[in-house]
């Protein structure tokens, strides 16, 4: 799997926006970018995902680079519940016709702490 | 909201004890795995599953075993439990294809061995 590169941590206050940054400079043209959270003492939950276009949800938005070698997830206003460890993964679009077994990848990711 | 469900949520046994860590999901998903994961630590894939009869094992080794006798029920099984396997055991369920699709994760059993 390629690797993405995340920092280790990031600060925020609370209600401000948080771009959290995501390298993967060895991205292939079939990977998908995926964002994964995990709150404190909980299982990962899905964030939101991209291909080349950015994308936007109810949860945050994903902002991709033109070349795709880097990606930022954006929550628009932090709030105290926002407070995780986020994971930047790709996901092999081999993984289509059901023949991967679709693992996640997680690396170490970021631990975002919002400030009140 | 995701219905994927572990039991039990906390367990501190004695070394030696066989112990199973359930798993259940309610969305009818084919593929179904299990994580470990150290405190402060990477998820690691422990065991998967393409759907009923169907088990492998995953990236990290593990003397755990798993058994998929129903679509729904993916039970995680260690049969002498020693201090090493100290650590939080996470399970997680998708619908079969798509590298979009996403997992569900359960809330976790954190496990610790005296």
């Known amino acids: 799997d390629a690797k993405t590169t995340q920092p280790n941590s990031m600060e925020s206050n609370e209600e401000e926006p948080v771009h959290l940054p995501c390298n993967h400079s060895t991205i292939s043209g079939t990977d998908y970018i995926h964002w994964y959270r995990q709150l404190p003492s909980q299982g990962p939950e899905y964030v939101i995902h991209g291909l080349t276009s950015n994308v936007n949800n109810r949860m945050a938005s994903l902002a991709i680079a033109e070349d795709r070698k880097s990606s930022t997830l954006i929550l628009h206003r932090a709030t105290l519940r926002d407070a995780a460890v986020y994971y930047c993964i790709l996901r092999d679009a081999g993984d289509a016709g059901g023949t991967s077994y679709g693992k996640l990848t997680f ?10 | 909201e995701a219905d994927i469900y572990q039991t039990p949520r906390y367990l501190v046994i004695g070394t030696g004890k066989k112990i199973t860590l359930e798993c259940s999901q309610t969305m009818g998903h084919d593929k179904m795995y299990w994580y470990q994961q150290d405190p402060g630590m990477e998820l690691h894939l422990i065991h998967y599953s393409y759907g009923v009869n169907s088990t492998e094992k995953g990236d990290l080794s593990s003397e755990s075993t798993v058994s998929r006798i129903r ?37 976790g059993t954190r496990l610790t061995v005296l």
């Open chain 1, 107 to 116: 690396g170490q990711g970021t631990i975002l702490t919002v400030h009140p």
């Open chain 2, 71 to 107: 679509t729904e029920h993916f039970p995680l099984t260690l049969e002498s439990a020693r201090p090493s396997h100290t650590s939080q055991y996470l399970c997680a369920s998708s619908h079969r294809g798509g590298p979009y699709n996403e997992q569900f994760f359960g809330p």
